[in-house]
């Protein structure tokens, strides 16, 4: 009986999967296998010869973040390339159109008499016009005592290392502002 399997196997291309035994009988269960057409394998892409790209390096500078109510101000000095003062792409004059708001920003820069010195480069967003420049004249201060720790001692003294902490309070409920009660009546 084996060999007859055997040889229908060879035939049929049948495997045997199970076996039930019934009333002391063996029962063989036979299974067609399915036959899968394999697809050719694609060739790989011949490789380009890979060219190394010598990168320019990143010019060095001095960075530090100065803040004032909810502004803040990332500021870059770079000690090489052409000194332009650059306020979030765009020229000094371009951003702050009032002039004594220009005075503010280079403030800390012309106390050191480094306003020639540098690119400057500040990204800065949050808060009011004022604030933002108060908010780069902090950062501008903090970046030249990382560029020269001698000027830290006129700097603080002139008050431009100080972080200004004073910020709008908030709203308590009960009142219509911080402080500001509702009206009061007599009767």
């Known amino acids: 009986m084996n060999h007859e399997i055997w040889n229908m196997k060879q ?42 790209v010598l990168k320019k390096k990143p010019d060095r500078y001095f960075e530090a973040v100065g803040r004032r109510k909810t502004s803040i101000a990332r500021v870059r000095l770079f000690t090489r390339g052409e000194k332009i003062f650059l306020v979030n792409d765009k020229n000094l004059k371009e951003y702050f159109p009032v002039f004594e708001l220009q005075q503010i920003v280079v403030a800390s820069l012309r106390k050191m008499k480094s306003l020639e ?3 400057v480069s500040i990204k800065v967003k949050g ?49 219509k502002k911080a402080r500001r009660a509702p009206q009061w009546q007599k009767r």
Not at 136 to 153: D, E
């Open 117 to 119: 010195k540098f690119r």
């Open 127 to 175: 808060g009011g016009i004022r604030a933002q420049a108060e908010a780069i004249r902090h950062a501008t201060a903090r970046a030249l005592v990382k560029f020269n720790p001698n000027f830290k001692k006129r700097l603080k003294k002139a008050g431009y290392l100080t972080r200004d902490s004073r910020m709008k309070e908030r709203k308590k409920f009960g009142l």
């Open 11 to 52: 035939k049929t291309k049948k495997t045997i999967t199970k076996k039930k035994i019934t009333k002391k009988k063996v029962v063989k269960v036979v299974k067609k296998k399915k036959v899968v057409a394999k697809k050719p394998k694609k060739k790989a892409p011949l490789k380009k010869p890979k060219v190394k």
